[in-house]
């Protein structure tokens, strides 16, 4: 898992992790296997979100086939609702 610290997120020491540009923000995580994960991680529904990977867009049904790798930059939108 991953925790808060001076804003930029960061891992316990000795754990296997990547560092990613999530939004613009340098990030670490817990190795992550796929961009599915990603989304678990922050909380997000992934039916409420667009995801880019490396200024590609990642198809909803591609989330769970498309690795997360150390260096990525990702972008996420998530969608609201209201009225």
Do not use: C, Q
């Not at 296997?16 to 992550?32: I, K, M, Q, S, Y």
Request: no cysteine; aromatic share 6%; proline share 4%.
């Amino acid at each position: 898992m991953y925790r808060a610290r001076t804003g930029v997120t960061s891992l316990l020491d000795g754990e296997d992790h990547v560092n990613l540009t999530l939004n613009g923000e340098p990030r670490d995580f817990a190795a992550l296997a796929s961009v599915s994960e990603l989304v678990e991680a922050l909380g997000l529904d992934d039916r409420k979100v667009a995801v880019e990977r490396n200024l590609e867009i990642v198809p909803r049904s591609a989330y769970w086939n498309t690795p997360i790798a150390d260096g990525d930059r990702i972008e996420i939108v998530h969608f609201i609702g209201g009225g």
